[in-house]
């Protein structure tokens, strides 16, 4: 008896408990959405561990807020001797190839073998570093991400990418490799500061802007999501949508987008990505700032940039325009930062990202609400364009009492 072998279509099928994506190129795996991801009584990460060696990874914050709870969890659901929890160090500025150096050795002291899991629990810079770790490791081991932050659910937990910053450059060296599993559980939200969730409502922000009118709408009507509760707006119930609250919504939809976009050039052999719409100027001012802004904050400002810039062009009318930068600043987001908002900055940006995107721009800006563009060359951005792009950027930031202007 021959038997055959089931085909899955590529794409993302959502379902009640998460997402389940399956790429064209056969990379398949899945982002679970769950509640109370370390009590005991949730099986749920123990079984993506299957009984293997597990060395989890925690950076400060984690360990200070759920170190306890990671510990206990592990302790009651995984065999004994058989885990291990290290503290990391902290923040943008330890996402270095050293650190992940370390996370090897400290992985090799606990006698992780081939089969063994790194496990990360904790927002992007942890995810980031402990997947590229994995990857290194022995040519390659399964982790787990367990993501704790706004932009650790909506963006890094959703992806395949691992880095760490070098050679002066945000992300230089890294690897796709795709987590054997990503848990998002929203009640880690609840601990967060206000600061990391305007960061995660940038990169919201971000799938909304170029992709879905909807999702905008609802960040307008309810710019304070996470932070404070809405009732679904009518508008969206009458669509038969929202049926589970404004914050699953905004969740499920910026998760969704992300993953539909990202599906069919996984590891991006296509450099034209929509989904780098905030990721153009956005690395450079956030590393010359020296990560005094913080990545979501450094998205916005690029993409209050590239919508000015859009306006300059003719791509845009000056009511979207108008309409993008009050969210990113009604989502208490800065949309200027006087110190890094330069010609001269913003130039060598535009040049570094057309170096490494094969000598194409591939610079996205929106064309509307809900949609976006293109500026393949780098001649099509002429230099007087950017400058009267910062000009009306600053502008609008003064008029608009942007924040971060107001912080520093």
Not at 27 to 47: I, K
Not at 124 to 148: E, H, P, Q, W
Not at 223 to 246: I, M, N
Not at 258 to 281: I, S, W, Y
Request: overall charge negative; charged content about 20%.
């Amino acid at each position: 008896m021959t038997v055959q072998a089931s085909v899955v279509e590529p794409g993302v099928i959502g379902d009640d408990s998460g997402f389940s994506l399956h790429a064209p190129d056969g990379t398949s795996y899945r982002v679970e959405l769950t509640s109370d991801v370390l009590a005991p009584g949730n099986p749920l990460l123990a079984e993506y561990c299957e009984g293997r060696r597990v060395v989890a990874f925690v950076g400060p914050t984690v360990e200070r807020l759920h170190g306890r709870r990671l510990r206990a969890y592990l302790a009651a659901r995984l065999p004994s001797g058989s885990w291990s929890v290290v503290v990391l160090e902290g923040g943008e500025d330890s996402k270095t190839m050293e650190s992940a150096e370390k996370i090897c050795a400290q992985a090799k002291l606990a006698g992780l073998d081939r089969h063994g899991v790194m496990l990360a629990v904790g927002g992007g810079v942890t995810c980031d570093l402990v997947g590229f770790a994995a990857a290194m490791y022995s040519r390659g081991v399964r982790y787990i991400k367990v993501n704790t932050t706004l932009v650790g659910q909506v963006d890094v937990g959703v992806g395949v990418k691992t880095g760490v910053n070098a050679l002066g450059t945000k992300n230089m060296l890294g690897a796709y490799h795709p987590a054997h599993a990503s848990l998002n559980d929203a009640g880690f939200l609840t601990t967060l500061p206000l600061r990391h969730i305007r960061c995660g409502l940038g990169e919201i922000a971000k799938m909304a802007i170029i992709k879905d009118p909807a999702l905008f709408r609802v960040l307008e009507d309810c710019p304070k999501v996470f932070q404070t509760s809405y009732a679904t707006p009518s508008w969206l119930a009458e669509a038969g949508l929202g049926q589970r609250g404004v914050e699953d919504y905004v969740l499920r939809s910026s998760m969704a987008l992300m993953m539909e976009e990202l599906c069919p050039n996984l590891r991006e052999h296509d450099l034209a990505r929509l989904v780098d719409f905030g990721h153009t100027f956005g690395p450079v001012i956030e590393t010359a700032s020296r990560y005094r802004i913080a990545h979501g904050e450094s998205v916005a400002i690029d993409m209050a940039l590239s919508s000015q810039l859009a306006r300059v062009l003719g791509l845009i009318d000056d009511a979207d325009c108008e309409r993008v930068m009050r969210l990113l600043v009604a989502l208490g987001l800065p949309v200027h930062d006087a110190a890094t908002c330069t010609p001269e900055l913003m130039h060598r940006a535009l040049k570094a990202a057309w170096e490494r995107r094969g000598r194409r721009l591939y610079l996205v800006v929106p064309d509307g609400i809900g949609s976006a563009v293109f500026v393949n060359d780098l001649d099509d951005v002429p230099a007087a364009a950017l400058e009267e792009a910062l000009r009306q950027l600053e502008s609008h930031a003064q008029q608009l009492a942007d924040p971060l202007i107001a912080a520093h």
